[in-house]
């Protein structure tokens, strides 16, 4: 007599539910076996004007699951951005102060440990381009800074003494007795252009002179940066200039 038909309905739903059992366990051990991701490799950082370029490889383990994010992080300052890409923009940063970056992976495990920390970078204010002959204002020298100048050169027997189309160059003494001022080249370097100016100086100018070194024949062109002191004005650093 063929088994009723109940029975065979029982032993299906039994095996059934057998299967859904294992495919649970099976699907449980899965998610578990997931760990986190290893960390990130290879950061690197661009400063620029308050920000910076932060970008990275993947690591060598996504731990069994996929990458969601990625968050650098600036030190100090705890500046962050998180992106699903391999790089992103760290803004609000401030200008002069030194900066490296780590960068942490997250998959659904959880986040990975922090990388590396990048190369050190210094955001800084957009420079301008650097001047040239073509460029630099043509003003009439002081004639306080010329005799200076002059005197100068003539007492190091660097006579003749002339100044090429009396150009002068302003400075912004606040931040030239920090050190050296830069501006950008045309091909994206950078030059340094003026040399330091002593903190107590009420003004400077940067003078373009040619002299011919005495006696030996030929025209060199100086950059020498003039500050006026308490005590009247004085040469403080020559060769100096683009």
Known sequence: MDEPY???????????????????????????????????QSVHAVAGDGFAKVRWSPPHSNGGGSIISYTATSQPGAKSCTTTA???????????????????????AGESPASLASNAVTPAAALSACWSLDTSPIVA???????????????????????YKNQEWVLDVSQQAKGVHYCANADGSKSGYVGSVPANALAAVMV???????????????????????TGWTVVNEGTGP
């Open 6 to 40: 109940w029975r065979r309905l029982t032993a299906i739903a039994t095996v059934l539910v057998a299967l859904a059992l294992v495919g649970g366990v099976l699907i449980y051990t899965l998610r578990t076996s997931a760990s986190v991701p290893s960390a990130p």
């Open 86 to 108: 391999a790089s992103c923009t760290v803004k609000d940063l401030t200008n002069a102060i030194s900066y490296t970056f780590s960068v942490v992976a997250k998959n659904a």
């Open 141 to 163: 020298l002081a004639p306080a800074v010329r005799a200076v100048v002059t005197q100068y050169y003539v007492a190091k027997r660097l006579e003749p003494v002339t100044f």
């Open 208 to 230: 373009e002179a040619t002299h011919k070194p005495y006696p030996v024949v030929g025209s060199p062109t100086h950059f020498v940066t003039v500050a006026k002191l308490t």
